[in-house]
């Protein structure tokens, strides 16, 4: 069994069954409001239309202090990222924990040729960065593998964020693609994705809190994480290098500018694909949020 499928399959073993179940009657939905780039604050439940397969939901508005967030750095560590690509990584990196609020905790996963975590989540930003510092370059790249561990584990009991960084193509990954559309149906994590790599051609879009337009039209690994970024609700983003700090930051400051709803479903059947639309009774908005979930117990169609 190779390094990276074995990393793999190390710590799915840990993973606790999806948050969409049967059973729960719950349903959680990450909301980012914005107008022209910038977050949007004060609004209410009164102000969110939410449908649920076609039918409209009442929603809540959860407060924020209520549930922590579990933020999961999911950085490449190939060796495309040795030398000062990697000193300016980890700085984006310690410069996400040092911004985080005191009650989140924060985790560290790695990824080439193996998939590794190299902390789990804990308040204690210290020992994040202490592993942080351990991290060394070389390998091939497994981001697809990693990105799927990340969304299909369980990590700890707050709101899971997933900030996946990468500089390149995969060259080691085993999974299928539908493989983590998939399980960015089923996990409740918000996934942001970081990215160095070469793009591909772009569409024009409405800039994102960095002033950059998002990847629309990236062939193949880029096109694919766009989709599960966009899947949970978060976004996919094209910075360089000397930008990456301000990337990670602007990742921080959209999921601390977030909307959490909560509903309880009706009108329509548990198992299965869910397909939602959340919009804001409010002109001139823009809203990112969830298009979709599955309930385990039937599968995705």
């Not at 924060?106 to 351990?134: K, M, S």
């Not at 400051?253 to 548990?270: C, M, T």
Request: with cysteine.
């Amino acid at each position: 069994m190779s390094g990276g499928l074995a990393g793999l399959v190390l710590l799915i073993l840990a993973q606790a069954p999806p948050v969409f179940r049967t059973g729960v009657e719950a349903v959680y939905v990450d909301v980012f409001v914005s107008r022209k780039g910038a977050p949007v604050p004060g609004l209410t439940a009164d102000d969110f239309v939410v449908t649920d397969n076609g039918v409209r939901q009442h929603v809540e508005v959860v407060d924020r202090e209520s549930i922590p967030t579990t933020a999961v750095l999911a950085l490449d560590a190939s060796t495309s990222v040795a030398g000062e690509p990697l000193v300016r990584l980890r700085g984006a990196a310690w410069a996400f924990l040092r911004g985080m609020a005191e009650r989140d905790e924060a985790a560290l996963v790695t990824f080439n040729h193996r998939i590794e975590l190299r902390q789990a989540p804990t308040t204690h930003r210290a020992a994040v960065a202490e592993a942080l510092e351990r991290v060394e370059a070389h390998g091939a790249t497994s981001v697809i593998d990693a990105l799927y561990l990340c969304l299909k584990r369980r990590w700890s009991g707050g709101r899971p964020l997933v900030v996946l960084f990468t500089d390149g193509a995969d060259t080691a990954s085993w999974l299928p693609n539908d493989s983590v559309l998939q399980a960015a149906r089923e996990s409740s994590a918000l996934l942001y994705v970081v990215g160095t790599g070469t793009a591909g051609e772009r569409t024009a879009q409405a800039p994102n809190l960095m002033g950059l337009r998002p990847v629309v039209s990236d062939p193949g690994h880029i096109y694919l994480l766009q989709r599960a970024a966009d899947t949970t609700g978060g976004e996919y983003w094209s910075a360089t290098y000397d930008r990456l700090e301000e990337a990670f930051l602007k990742v921080l400051e959209a999921a601390n500018a977030r909307y959490v709803l909560s509903y309880e479903p009706e009108g329509i059947a548990r198992e299965g694909r869910h397909r939602l639309k959340v919009s804001v009774k409010r002109k001139g908005l823009d809203v990112r949020a969830r298009q979709e979930y599955v309930v385990s117990g039937a599968p995705g169609r």
